[in-house]
């Protein structure tokens, strides 16, 4: 779904630190002219996971964009290290994973390092900025546990996965147990019939 050209124009970078983390010299550039021509003034420029590693010892960031450096997936076990090892406050920073290729598979690794969203390359200023706006706006809390840290993965509360048993505290507090029998079709279909109402 796309933001509102109303609500994009009003955004700018001024203010942030952004790390950029991209092996290919090329992909850098093209996300450098984004991210300027987005108000962005504080830049981190790396080409390697250990340049990245560096900045984010010796300053606070903002916002992270990595590239996944496909085919070792470096990017994924930098945002992975920073969730972990990266120390506050960057370990909570917002993460967008670039990819030029984004199948099922790079989404969920992606999703499971701790990123916040992952891009499909050719990168464009819209998407980018609507990615960035996303993250700004979301609610979604911080998780961490044995298993992963990194924001929410649920972008809905759907309960837990098909097999495992529900607990009572995966329901929204407002849902009871049913304190009559289920409607029937017929019941239904007259819920969505056009009334006539008079006023």
């Known amino acids: 779904m796309a933001l509102e050209p109303t609500s994009r124009g009003r955004f700018n970078l001024e203010k942030a630190t952004i790390l950029m983390l ?3 010299g090329m992909g850098m550039d093209i996300l450098v002219q984004i991210v300027t021509g987005l108000g962005a003034k504080s830049l981190h420029r790396c080409q390697t996971v250990d ?6 010892k010796r300053n606070t960031v903002d916002l992270i964009i990595a590239d996944a450096l496909s085919p070792a997936g470096e990017g994924y076990e930098f945002v992975s290290w920073l ?11 917002p993460v967008v994973v670039t ?5 099922v598979s790079m989404v969920q690794k992606a999703r499971d390092c701790g990123a916040h969203y992952i891009v499909k390359k050719p990168l464009t200023p819209v998407v980018m ?7 700004a706006r979301e609610s979604r809390p911080f998780i961490e546990c ?4 990194g ?3 649920r972008h809905k509360n759907e309960g837990p ?8 505290d995966d329901l929204p507090p407002e849902v009871g147990d049913a304190q009559e029998p289920n409607l029937s079709q017929d019941q239904v279909d007259g819920l969505f019939s056009t009334r006539k109402v008079t006023l």
């Open 22 to 24: 991209d092996g290919n």
């Open 51 to 56: 340049e990245a590693k560096d900045v984010v």
């Open 83 to 93: 969730r972990t090892d990266g120390g506050e406050p960057n370990a909570f920073a």
């Open 99 to 103: 990819a030029a290729h984004t199948p």
């Open 129 to 135: 900025l609507e990615r960035i706006l996303w993250i």
């Open 146 to 149: 044995d298993a992963y840290v």
């Open 151 to 153: 924001p929410d993965r």
């Open 161 to 168: 996965p098909d097999g495992v048993p529900r607990r009572r």
